[in-house]
């Protein structure tokens, strides 16, 4: 099974103090679901030691917007000094049962890590830490795809279908991620697949 090394570094990016994607996509946002609601945050997660504070990244680390295409946002960047690009988007509607649980703002991924030789790695951040042992999954038209999860994030647990499944999504409306938290909180979040090809080219154009 592939090592699954994107999502972390990609959450890092996003809320390590000074980053500046946030403020470059103001949909990124992170808002709970509850007002007043203080959000979990990935490093509160009991299975992952909660890091020494850092000092702001350096200004290789930040993401670079290189184009916003309707929901998604097209980013490179520089952890560690190599070199990632990554589609970006929130999803339009984040429904949870019971309903207005609060949790951090889920996202969707789709990276590709040169120096890995990993193209278009499909990666959720589902807001909170989810069922051990549990399966997600994305509905794409009539297509679904079974996720594996750890933590709070989850990848399609087939690698080898993952190509095929980015190709539906380049041709289909909507993806639709299904999860269930460790407290047993079903989610269901529906991502606008608009603007994901333009996305995923751009980022192709970048990270070759």
């Given amino acids: 099974m592939r090592t699954r090394r994107a999502l972390p570094i990609l959450l890092s ?40 504070p850092k000092p702001p990244a350096p200004a290789e680390a930040k993401p670079t917007l290189l184009g916003q295409f309707a929901e998604w946002g097209a980013y490179s960047a520089l952890p560690a ?9 929130k999803p339009t509607t984040a429904e949870t049962k019971p309903p207005n649980r609060p949790r951090n703002q ?3 991924f789709i990276t590709t890590r040169p ?18 042992g549990s399966e997600g999954s994305v509905e794409v038209g009539s297509t679904t795809f079974a996720l594996y999860t750890l933590g709070d994030g989850a990848w399609i647990k087939n690698t080898a279908e993952e190509a095929h499944m980015v190709d539906v999504m380049r041709h ?15 989610s269901t979040d529906t991502y606008s697949l608009k603007g994901l090809s333009e996305a995923l080219d751009r980022v192709a154009q970048e990270c070759q």
């Fill in 13 to 52: 990016l996003l809320l390590t103090p000074g980053l500046a994607v946030l403020a470059l996509v103001p949909a990124l946002a992170q808002e709970p679901e509850q007002p007043g609601a203080a959000p979990p945050t990935p490093e509160s997660h009991p299975t992952r030691p909660r890091p020494k």
């Fill in 81 to 89: 000094g190599k070199k990632i690009c990554f589609a970006i988007a």
């Fill in 106 to 108: 889920p996202y969707m």
């Fill in 115 to 132: 120096a890995d030789k990993v193209t278009n790695e499909v990666s959720v951040a589902i807001g909170y830490p989810l069922r051990s």
């Fill in 172 to 186: 289909g409306d909507s993806a639709v991620v299904h999860g269930e938290s460790s407290r047993g909180t079903q």
